[in-house]
């Protein structure tokens, strides 16, 4: 199976398999950074399929105070909010490592999202991220980077978003051109509802994910499209 764009790609049995196996894979990435560079620049993903992987990263052994973490995007919810990605990975990580508190880079999404774009720029500005963590949706977006969307042309490093169809409608997302830049790009794919968007990036549609160029895509059996299960 040929992803478009794609540097490798692996397929696990099962989304706890595929956790696992990316959380060794971060940890490798974040040795070999910080071995080399002396920090780990890690932007998170949301959703719920990087949720296991975030609960496997705890037990590797990660020298967490030279990780800096951002995210891939926020939902414009108020602090705390349990929806946010930033709940998901606080409850699912950040709650169970020593990473510093200052090491943690959240989006201020609860500004509203042209405010907290604007800000969150600043913060990345000169950071070159070393991996970025990916999922994609049912309709093929990436981070907060939704099809026929203006913000998912837009050429700045961060964007607001509105009008998202995935609730809520107003977002912040790092633009396709800074998860590009970032030297490791790295998708988390599970479930069978993925798989008509998977087909179509097959078929080559073009679709937000299917723009991140040279990532590793990590699927689960059940995401596979049926045409290339049967083979696999
Ligand atoms: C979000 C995410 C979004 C997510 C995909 C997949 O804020 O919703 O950033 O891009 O990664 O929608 O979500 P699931 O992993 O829950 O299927």
Redesign the pocket.
């Known amino acids: 199976m040929e992803m478009p764009n794609a540097q490798a790609m692996f397929v696990h049995d099962d989304p706890m398999l595929l956790g696992a196996a990316v959380a060794e894979r971060i940890f490798r990435l974040a040795d070999e950074a910080i071995a080399e560079r002396g920090v780990f620049h890690l932007a998170l993903?949301?959703?719920?399929?990087?949720r296991r992987c975030y609960e496997q990263l705890r037990h590797h052994a990660i020298d967490w105070p030279h990780v800096q973490i951002y995210f891939?995007?926020?939902?414009c919810l108020p602090n705390g909010d349990a929806n946010r990605?930033d709940s998901m990975a606080r409850a699912a990580l950040f709650d169970h490592i020593a990473l510093p508190v200052g090491n943690i880079h959240c989006i201020q999404a609860e500004l509203g999202a042209a405010d907290a774009a604007a800000r969150y720029m600043m913060v990345l500005n000169g950071i070159v991220l070393d991996l970025v963590l990916?999922?994609?949706?049912?309709d093929g977006?990436?981070?907060?980077l939704f099809p026929d969307n203006p913000a998912t042309l837009s050429a700045d490093a961060v964007v607001p978003v509105y009008q998202a169809p995935?609730p809520p409608s107003e977002?912040v997302?790092l633009g396709l051109n800074t998860l590009n830049a970032a030297r490791e790009k790295l998708f988390?794919?599970?479930?069978e509802?993925?798989r008509g968007a998977l087909e179509q990036i097959l078929l080559g549609v073009t679709l937000p994910a299917s723009q991140i160029i040279n990532a590793e895509w990590h699927l689960d059996r059940a995401a596979l499209p049926i045409s290339i299960s049967r083979r696999a």
């Open positions: 993903a949301g959703g719920e399929t990087p891939g995007d926020e939902r990605n990916l999922g994609m949706g049912e977006h990436t981070a907060s995935k977002r997302s988390l794919v599970a479930g509802g993925k």
